[in-house]
């Protein structure tokens, strides 16, 4: 009976990891033949489990939707990536810390003594980076009707925000009228949550702070795209206009790059702005905790620098270039 019982956990942890499993591969992953496998599968009926026959060549057994929750059977990677993941979620959707908390305790408490020390070894401490600053944590309903209108491709009606939230009047600098896009991915960098839409009104792809948007779900369907990128990862990165907001520094400055906006996004720290000026030149506006540092993210690039604004900034540039001179002639002194 306790084999039986440990087969019973396995299977329900294979239905959960596939939709369609053929009947050998079933009795092969369970380690048995496929008259025990069939009769596992009979045990799981029994206890209210919907598990369906698929006819045919392609066939096979899937578990049905109205189901219980299975108990959920981990082996020792799955269990450390859910144990990370449920530290990292809190920081970047607002309202899930004492969630993910009480669900790791109880995660902690299932666990061998072995593979609890693993996790303890994994245990991730907050820690302030300097140079990244993450939008702050995404609130569910926002994240939950934008994907669901990707799941199902309905199209969207979304208004831009403020940093603070706030939506800008009519008349105002910053305000932009309500656009319907085709929401297609979902992309997480750097903290933040992107959305890699279709807009309807100029017909070109572009990408969201989902943060920054108040979606309007609505019923109207749309099909699938060739998409812009073949790496969307790669495609948010690398997008300057994508509505990042400049982060609050004690110093912020700007200068003109001679190189293109997407490389300077994909490696400008977070927080900062990427102007498009033409193909071969950009404007970045930083910030750090003083001017040389300012100073040094800019030098980071390797291009010629020009425009550069506020005066501070043009003057630490200088402050600096003269300290690497003084070392670069000791360095020449016999």
Do not use: K
């Amino acid at each position: 009976m306790a084999s039986t019982s440990r087969r019973a956990l396995r299977l329900l942890s294979l239905f959960g990891s596939r939709q369609l499993w053929p009947l050998r591969e079933l009795a092969d992953g369970l380690g048995v033949s496929e008259r025990t496998a069939r009769r596992d599968i009979e045990t799981l009926r029994e206890l209210g489990y919907p598990i369906t026959t698929v006819h045919g060549p392609d066939g096979g057994y899937r578990l049905g939707a109205g189901h219980p929750l299975p108990p959920l059977v981990f082996d020792r990677d799955q269990a450390l990536a859910v144990a990370v993941a449920l530290q990292t979620a809190p920081s970047t959707v607002f309202g899930l810390g004492d969630e993910a908390a009480r669900t790791l305790v109880t995660l902690e408490q299932a666990m061998p003594a072995a593979l609890r020390a693993s996790m303890e070894s994994l245990r991730l401490t907050r820690l302030q980076n300097y140079w990244e600053f993450p939008a702050p944590p995404i609130d569910p309903a926002t994240l939950t009707a934008v994907g669901a209108a990707v799941r199902h491709r309905h199209v969207l009606v979304t208004e831009t925000l403020r940093a603070d939230g706030s939506r800008p009047e009519t008349g105002d600098d910053d305000f932009l009228p309500a656009r319907r896009v085709e929401p297609h991915h979902l992309v997480v960098w750097a903290g933040r949550w992107y959305l890699v839409a279709y807009d309807l009104g100029d017909d070109q792809w572009r990408v969201h702070r989902v943060d920054r948007l108040r979606p309007r779900p609505t019923t109207h369907p749309f099909g699938a795209r060739e998409l812009p990128h073949g790496d969307l990862a790669r495609f948010v990165m690398s997008s300057h206009d994508r509505g990042d907001t400049l982060a609050a520094w004690q110093c912020t400055g700007t200068a003109r790059l001679n190189l293109p906006a997407d490389v300077v996004a994909r490696w400008a720290p977070g927080g900062s702005v990427v102007e498009h000026l033409d193909t071969e030149h950009c404007r970045l506006t930083l910030g750090a905790w003083s001017w040389a540092g300012v100073a040094g993210i800019l030098a980071t690039f390797d291009t010629e620098l020009t425009d550069l604004h506020p005066p501070e900034l043009a003057q630490a540039c200088r402050r600096i270039a003269r300290r690497w001179a003084t070392l670069a002639d000791t360095e020449r002194q016999p």
